[in-house]
């Protein structure tokens, strides 16, 4: 089993800042480095939405047209941790952010990904 936790969610004003971290554990996880990461959204009433993903070997990313420009997705294997640096916040953010595990290569639909965190709430306030 991989384990993921999310952190860094919390409550921002509008065209605020906020970097959300996800550390993957897990007796399964032999090398951290050959796993695809995502970062997904829920908003309340809303269907489960891709953000961003980041690709193993660190070679591809890929964003969502809404948050093109204003998130980055980045990962550090010496720490088993992916982290999604999130400006210009609006309130169309304010979601449950969920961190995402798949072996190798970016998908951006959920059923894709094997191993989820529990998610870490995200409030953008006008």
């Known amino acids: 089993q991989v384990q993921l936790v999310e952190s860094g969610g919390g409550l921002v004003q509008a065209g605020g800042s906020l970097r959300l971290s996800c550390a993957a554990s897990?007796?399964?996880?032999?090398?951290?480095?050959?796993?695809?990461m995502g970062w997904f959204r829920q908003a309340p009433g809303k269907e489960r939405e891709f953000v961003a993903a980041?690709?193993?070997?660190?070679?591809?990313?890929k964003y969502a047209d809404s948050v093109k420009g204003r998130f980055t997705i980045s990962r550090d294997n010496a720490k088993n941790t992916v982290y999604l640096q999130m400006n210009s916040l609006n309130t169309e953010d304010t979601a449950v952010y969920y961190c995402?595990?798949?072996?190798?290569?970016?998908?951006?639909?959920?059923?894709?990904?094997?191993?989820w965190g529990q998610g870490t709430q995200v409030t953008v306030s006008s």
């Open positions: 995402a595990g798949r072996k190798y290569y970016v998908r951006d639909i959920p059923s894709e990904y094997d191993y």
């Open positions: 897990g007796r399964t996880l032999r090398t951290f480095g050959t796993y695809a």
């Open positions: 980041i690709s193993w070997s660190e070679a591809s990313t």
